[in-house]
């Protein structure tokens, strides 16, 4: 029986010999909502880069559903269910919302027909629909993060990696933010790895959460034991634990 979730563990990564990542682990099963916070240049975006065949790792593995997909490219782990979102925004801005979610769906194998019908889907799930024929380079701030979101989950993923979805975003556009990933995993039942640095988001949506520091894992917990963790207050949360 196939095991439902993606796993990386024991990843090892350096950059010139500067160590980014050493044994990091990390699970996200199919329907959970993992958060991985931590101080800047934790290695978080190095690990979920690892984790979506972005990034060479030294020492570790990373399993899809039981599979080790280790040697696997980028584009074969988005077919095998891993996508991810970039902290950059990553949209063709020359074309429509529409036809940037359709591509996102012919590029994983869709038909001409099922990406309409997927794109009509997904805009109206990220309430995109006014903006379906808006080029992507027009758009707000808030409405191009969703369109990035859109176009990932047009590959249909079982787990979506998402670097700082809310990054740049109000405090309203934030709170909009957070329902949109509920119904996605609601909808999709996805498992999700969330790196973010609004706490409030985090706590407010994670089932758990990994904290990196110094590209190791010092906790995984739920939102109420990692706020009640001394090292991860120390590392990290500080005061912000008060405000979450
Ligand atoms: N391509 C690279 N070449 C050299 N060093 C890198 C590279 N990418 C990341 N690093 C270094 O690896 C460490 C981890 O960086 P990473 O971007 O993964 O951290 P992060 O936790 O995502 O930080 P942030 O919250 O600021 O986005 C940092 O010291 C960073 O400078």
Not at 16 to 26: F, I, K, N, P, Q
Not at 46 to 65: E, H, K, M, P, W
Not at 105 to 113: D, N, P, R
Not at 154 to 177: C, H, I, N, R
């Amino acid at each position: 029986m196939s095991e439902q979730r993606l796993e990386a563990n024991g990843i090892c990564v350096e950059f010139d010999g500067v160590r980014a990542l050493h044994e990091a682990t990390v699970e996200v099963r199919r329907g959970e909502i993992m958060g991985l916070i931590g101080p800047n240049g934790a290695g978080k975006t190095t690990l979920v880069n690892a984790i979506s065949g972005y990034q060479n790792f030294s020492r570790g593995r990373v399993t899809i559903d039981g599979v080790d997909a280790s040697s696997w490219t980028a584009p074969a782990r988005a077919r095998g269910g891993v996508v991810r979102t970039f902290q950059a925004v990553r949209v063709f801005r020359e074309l429509t919302v529409r036809e940037n979610i359709e591509l996102g769906a012919i590029g994983v194998g869709s038909s001409s027909a099922s990406g309409t019908a997927l794109a009509d889907e997904l805009m109206e799930m990220l309430d995109l629909h006014s903006q379906a024929d808006v080029a992507a380079g027009n758009l707000s701030y808030g409405y191009q993060r969703r369109l990035g979101i859109a176009r990932s989950l047009a590959a249909k993923p079982q787990y979506l990696l998402l670097d700082e979805p809310a990054a740049g975003l109000s405090e309203e556009e934030s709170v909009v933010m957070s329902h949109v990933l509920r119904d996605i995993r609601d909808e999709f039942g996805c498992g999700m790895l969330l790196i973010e640095h609004d706490m409030p988001l985090v706590m407010g949506i994670c089932d758990r959460i990994t904290v990196l520091n110094f590209g190791e894992i010092l906790a995984t917990g739920t939102p109420a034991e990692i706020r009640n963790n001394r090292s991860v207050v120390e590392a990290y949360l500080g005061s912000e634990v008060t405000n979450a």
